[in-house]
């Protein structure tokens, strides 16, 4: 742990549960301009601005002012774990609460100037009135220049594209990863309806996968597939897709109160590594490659998801994209496959070894056919010579009486 706090590029502080100070991180001594030796061992009530509400570090999470050496005020966003009797603490630098003053619409729009997605809306008759996002760079596009246009003129060598964006405006709400020009993106569909209820278009996220996919290229032709089955399926009744809004509704529901937590309380209890890399990549605004993390998921569950940290550079203030994708189902099937190919492995192994083992019992076996075979014809053969031994003694016994019979008689001197 202490290797792990000298080089991470990231606040952090341990804490006893008496409120020692145990270690901290080099960034968060850089941050306050305090020598390491009078930060451990020191309480950690001695580093607290008069402007902090007080108290420990707690699970809870909150805001916490840290004075500078000089006396003024630093402004930390902190969450922290307890284990074992030591509290773990990450603090992520933050502006001061009278410093920041951005609105919604302001972080959306710094989101969309600097993250590689897309946004797009059109109408009933497929004419794009929205098209946003610095992903349109990659294909060319400057924000709302084919806004206007007709989406099934733009995209007429395409059907896949047409096909998606007619499923949305029949009232579909989907996700699926589609292919244009030379580039990959995840896109989510769905419906946009007007005040009574009906549809007036359709809207899309995409999101420029090309750079993390394992595969690249082209869709594969699996995919393709897939994808021609899902448009073949029947629509929806009324009633399911009322059950499908309800759904989107708390989903939606969820989703707001996600952005108001701080990005540890989605992070599994366990998953202490990714907690350290995101709060450095957050803390140092840099890029995180993708990589794997636990989540938590809906009623306590863990999911797998591959996360990934993009800088948004000031938009107002500093910003960091995180993006997770859900990749549960599919390290599942990963696994699953794994497994088939362990016991297709075990299967061949034990074929093997049962050929190995039959070669010689088969060879045993012939040879002891062959000497019950020949031991039979030996008894027969001596069986056979018995008789005759019996035979010829007998017809010796009687010769020898027949000729001690027919001599004369000896006479007495």
């Known amino acids: 742990m202490a290797r792990l706090l000298g080089v991470a590029p990231g606040s952090f502080v341990v804490v006893d549960r008496d409120g020692v100070i145990l270690d901290a991180s080099r960034w968060l001594l850089s941050e306050l301009d305090r020598p390491r030796e009078a930060v451990i061992g020191a309480p950690f009530a001695s580093l607290l601005h008069p402007l902090d509400p007080g108290g420990p570090l707690e699970e809870s999470g909150g805001e916490r002012c840290l004075a500078h050496a000089s006396g003024g005020e630093r402004w930390f966003a902190a969450r922290a774990r307890a284990a074992d009797g030591v509290t773990y603490g990450v603090l992520t630098p933050r502006e001061s609460p009278a410093a920041t003053g951005l609105s919604p619409g302001q972080q959306l729009a710094g989101v969309l100037e600097h993250a590689p997605i897309i946004v797009f809306a059109v109408d009933r008759e497929g004419v794009f009135t929205l098209s946003r996002g610095h992903g349109l760079r990659a294909l060319g596009l400057a924000p709302d220049q084919i806004t206007g246009k007709s989406l099934f003129d733009l995209y007429a060598e395409e059907p896949a594209v047409i096909a998606h964006v007619r499923r949305a405006l029949a009232g579909d709400t989907f996700a699926a990863e589609v292919e244009s020009q030379g580039r990959r993106f995840e896109t989510h569909f769905a419906p946009l309806r007007d005040g009574q209820g009906e549809i007036a278009g ?8 090309t750079d993390h996919h394992p595969r690249g290229g082209a869709i594969p032709a699996a995919h393709r597939a897939h994808a021609g089955r899902r448009r073949g399926r029947s629509r929806r009744t009324d009633r399911v897709r009322e059950s499908h809004a309800r759904g989107r509704s708390r989903a939606s529901q969820r989703r707001r109160r ?5 990005h540890t309380d989605l992070l599994a209890d366990d998953d202490t590594s990714t907690l350290a890399r995101v709060a450095a990549a957050a803390v140092s605004q840099e890029r995180l490659p993708p990589e794997e993390g636990r989540f938590r998921g ?3 569950a863990t999911l797998i998801a591959e996360v990934a940290l993009m800088p948004l550079g000031e938009i107002g203030a500093p910003a960091t994209l995180l993006v997770a994708r859900n990749v549960s189902e599919r390290k599942a099937m990963q696994a699953r496959l794994i497994l088939a190919e362990r016991l297709v492995s075990l299967g061949t192994l034990a074929a093997g070894v049962a050929h190995e083992i039959n070669n010689p019992l088969t060879y045993v076996s012939l040879n002891l056919g ?6 039979a014809a030996l008894a027969r053969e001596l069986g056979t010579a018995r008789r005759t031994k019996c035979r010829a003694r007998s017809t010796s016994t009687s010769s020898s009486s027949a000729r001690a019979s027919s001599a004369p008689p000896k006479r007495s001197a």
């Open 370 to 375: 062959f000497m019950t075979r020949e031991l």
């Open 202 to 209: 359709a809207m899309g996220v995409a999101i420029d996968i």
């Open 258 to 262: 996600a952005r108001k937590a701080a």
């Open 298 to 300: 809906k009623g306590g």
